[in-house]
């Protein structure tokens, strides 16, 4: 339901919006990257676009389709994803791993590819939407619908569809069959095909203020408000990053320790070692990369006010440990430089640069900045 997850209330409101004046478009797109909540906008319109009772402002959460709906057991709603197809596991389509997929997601209101992707047995594997996917949609939605209300469609991550599934899907899009709701998430939509794209109406999804972040850890888990905080600053708007750090007693700080053994790896100028870093890192994702940029220069913010004796904020013990050694290598002498590389990098990571290459050349101007003398 949109009352039962927290914030993004402009957003709920253009979609309640479009529900009241009776505009929901037949083919939608939410795009936000991970762990934006764009998946829980997009579940909950469906739910919306089923409930029996509605009101204006949310579903009713009580008739039997909300509770279908909540149980992800309703037979209207279909729902198809990337996998990673297997001639011996016999898996084709979404259908073959719904029950992996559904546990996950009810398992976890945030999950990622990463997650998912380590789910269906292997980690560095992407999966894919295939043509049998697309035939298996096509079929399925060309049948009465079960309950007699709307049809609905998931789409997890459109981007991974090749361009024959893409294909096959134009005319679906273009002309559902009655009553049928075509709703796609996806984490960038640089990445969709664009006879798709053009097709679809989208609401971009922004990612979540520390603010929000903080709010949702103290109030979904047992945390100090100081702990929530400290964890919202290093998550970056990713609230999958953010659950996971609070869930994780080890992991309270997800980059911290690649960050560490980059700036290592930088200072001493190992290639060898930088090249397996950059490619270990750039299987992890581009939300990770973009996530570790804006980590970084985090923490050479912090160096910096380290140098001023200004009191930190939302600092961890072990950053903290870190730092001490770390702070002198950044200084007015390279600050400007190290955060135009930053910022250059995110850039581009945004617009669908090569994580691998990026990294690298990344790494490589690191090595030369943290020559510069110490302060
Ligand atoms: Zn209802």
């Known amino acids: 339901m949109f009352s039962t997850f927290y ?4 957003l709920k409101s253009k979609v309640l919006n479009l529900y009241n004046t009776k505009r929901v478009p037949h083919a939608l797109l939410f795009n936000g990257s991970e762990g934006s909540g764009a998946f829980q906008l997009a579940m909950s319109l469906a739910q919306l676009l089923l ?7 949310d579903s009713c959460g009580k008739c039997s389709s909300c509770v279908k709906v909540e149980k992800m057991m309703h037979p209207d709603v279909h729902f198809s994803f990337p996998i990673q197809l297997s001639q011996t596991n016999k898996t084709n389509i979404s259908d073959d791993l719904l029950d992996l997929f559904l546990e996950m997601i009810s398992e976890l209101s945030f999950f990622s590819t990463e997650i998912w992707n380590d789910k269906m047995g292997n980690k560095n594997k992407q999966g894919v939407i295939g043509t049998k996917e697309s035939q298996q949609i096509i079929k399925k939605l060309a049948l009465k619908s079960y309950e007699g209300g709307p049809k609905i469609l998931l789409m997890w991550l459109p981007e991974e569809m090749n361009q024959q599934a893409a294909n096959k899907l134009l005319k679906l899009i273009e002309e559902p069959p009655k009553n049928t709701y075509l709703l796609f998430i996806s984490e960038e939509k640089e990445n969709l095909l664009s006879t798709i794209k053009s097709r ?8 979540y203020s520390d603010e929000e972040i903080t709010q949702i850890l103290l109030d979904k888990f047992d945390c100090s408000e100081s702990e929530a905080q400290t964890i919202a ?4 708007g990713n609230m999958s990053i953010a659950i996971q750090c609070i869930k ?3 992991q309270k700080d997800a980059y911290l320790s690649p960050f560490i053994n980059w700036m290592r790896l930088c200072y001493t100028r190992n290639i060898a070692d930088t090249i397996d870093w950059v490619d270990a890192n750039s299987k992890e994702g581009r939300e990770h990369i973009k996530g570790l940029l804006m980590y970084s220069l985090e923490m050479f913010r912090k160096c910096i006010l380290g140098h001023y004796l200004i009191d930190i904020k939302n ?3 072990d950053q903290k440990q870190f730092l001490k050694k770390f702070m002198p290598f950044i200084n007015h002498k390279n600050i400007v430089q190290f955060s135009q590389v930053i910022n250059d990098a995110h850039f581009h990571m945004e617009r669908n640069a090569n994580p691998k290459i ?5 790494s490589i101007q690191f090595f030369r900045l943290l020559k510069t003398d110490k302060k």
Do not use: Y
């Not at 914030?7 to 402009?10: A, H, P, S, T, Y």
């Not at 679809?200 to 990612?207: M, R, S």
């Not at 600053?233 to 970056?236: D, H, I, L, R, W």
């Open 7 to 10: 914030g993004k209330n402009n």
């Open 51 to 57: 409930c029996q009772e509605p009101s204006l402002s």
């Open 200 to 207: 679809l109406q989208t609401i971009d999804v922004p990612n």
């Open 233 to 236: 600053s290093n998550s970056f």
């Open 248 to 250: 994780n007693e080890n």
């Open 315 to 317: 600092i961890t013990q």
């Open 358 to 362: 990026l990294l690298l050349d990344v």
